[in-house]
């Protein structure tokens, strides 16, 4: 019998220490001071555009 303790997984541990190429403030396009629409990214929240009309 093996040791469930012993076994390790080489794609666990290979990005482990990965960091992202850009912080998530670098895709908010958005001044702090804008008070018009606002677009977010329904799969990347950290994304937000500033958007004047509905963009089909």
Same mark, same amino acid.
């Given at each position: ?12 541990? %290979?990005?482990? &220490?990965?960091? $992202?190429a850009q912080s998530d403030d670098?895709?908010?396009? /958005? $001044?702090? &001071?804008?008070?018009? #629409? /606002?677009? #977010?990214? $329904?799969? %990347?929240?950290? /994304?937000?555009?500033?958007? #004047?009309? /509905?963009?089909?």
């Open positions: 019998m093996t040791n469930p303790d012993a076994h390790h997984h080489h794609s666990c541990q %290979h990005h482990a &220490d990965a960091k $992202p670098a895709y908010d396009k /958005v $001044p702090a &001071d804008y008070a018009g #629409t /606002v677009w #977010t990214c $329904p799969m %990347h929240p950290q /994304v937000r555009e500033m958007r #004047t009309a /509905v963009q089909n």
